[in-house]
């Protein structure tokens, strides 16, 4: 029997095609019952203040940036969203004069628009809001140097050539609502994918690549960072994919409880910790990666009581 249709998009595979048993055990957990779900190569971290939180992000471009050095380059990826940690990297690297010359970065998605990445004068630009938040308030003489700077593109030959010539210590993101990591949604319902959704090993060989997004994606994004405007967010965006995400050393996913909902956040830390892994949820994969951390901002967790407003 073919699974059952989502309840968001019917030409998609999403979370709601799922068993009902394994919801109701996500949205049964307490705050208390995900902090207990760590395991060999999966963390799960809480922090009590959104200070101590955002610091925390910060902290991991420190560290991966102090271990590069000329004989031995490191980068870290970075998403957009969450971005409040960026103003901090900035901040922390001035104020401890720290020498980015062998540091790289690479940024995580762009969105795609007429042939080509967005450029940097489109107001969503992902490119852009890394600049301004980030690379243009560090001190000249510590950027790193332009070249050591990878935005994915159209054509990501260039960008792809950097993981492999870069290690890259920590791929750091947030948590879509439709439980992606990047852009990597989870596929839409057709062809040979009709009546299941792809196997993991299928999934897990994308690259970098062009991508459709979901409908949800495109609501959380215009509700982010549209103003509410639907009609004004892209279709399609660039990603990095599975492939790259697996040379990374670590996968850290920040979660403030404004990116995913209460149930989201509970349903694929549940999943990651028990090795369920299915494409319908794409953050299910990063429980085959072998060193992945999930950081809680404590209050962000909330429940899923029903309750009306």
């Known amino acids: 029997m073919p699974r059952r249709t989502s309840s968001i998009a019917p030409d998609w595979w999403d979370y709601t095609t799922l068993d009902d048993e394994l919801l109701r055990d996500a949205a049964r957990l307490s705050a208390e019952d995900l902090f207990g ?21 910060a902290l991991e471009y420190v560290h991966a940036w102090r271990q590069a050095t000329a004989d031995n380059p490191v980068g870290i990826c970075g998403p957009i969203g969450p971005t409040e940690q960026l103003p901090l990297v900035a901040r922390l690297v001035n104020e401890l004069e720290l020498d980015l010359s062998n540091a790289h970065f690479w940024g995580m998605d762009e969105w795609y628009l007429d042939g080509a990445a967005a450029d940097v004068s489109h107001p969503l630009s992902f490119e852009r809001a890394d600049r301004e938040l980030c690379f243009n308030r560090i001190a000249p003489r510590l950027r790193p140097p332009e070249a050591n700077l990878h935005f994915p593109k159209a054509d990501p030959a260039d960008y792809l050539a950097a993981w492999d010539q870069v290690h890259c210590a920590v791929m750091q993101g947030g948590q879509g609502e439709i439980k992606h990591w990047a852009f990597n949604d989870p596929l839409p319902r057709r062809g040979p994918w009709q009546n299941e959704p792809p196997p993991a090993a299928d999934y897990l060989k994308l690259s970098t690549r062009v991508v459709g997004l979901h409908p949800l994606t495109l609501v959380q994004n215009a509700r982010t960072s549209g103003g509410g405007n639907i009609a004004g967010v892209p279709r399609q965006a660039i990603t990095v994919g599975p492939v790259q995400t697996w040379q990374a050393e670590k996968v850290s996913i920040w979660h403030a409880g404004t990116h995913d909902n209460p149930f989201g956040q509970r349903l694929t830390t549940l999943m990651i910790s028990k090795k369920i892994v299915d494409t319908a949820v794409p953050m299910s994969l990063l429980a085959l990666h072998p060193n992945v951390q999930f950081n809680f901002y404590r209050p962000g967790i909330g429940s899923c009581e029903a309750e009306m407003h």
């Open 37 to 57: 779900l760590s395991r060999g190569g999966f963390r799960v971290v809480a922090y009590d203040t959104l200070e101590d939180f955002y610091l925390a992000e």
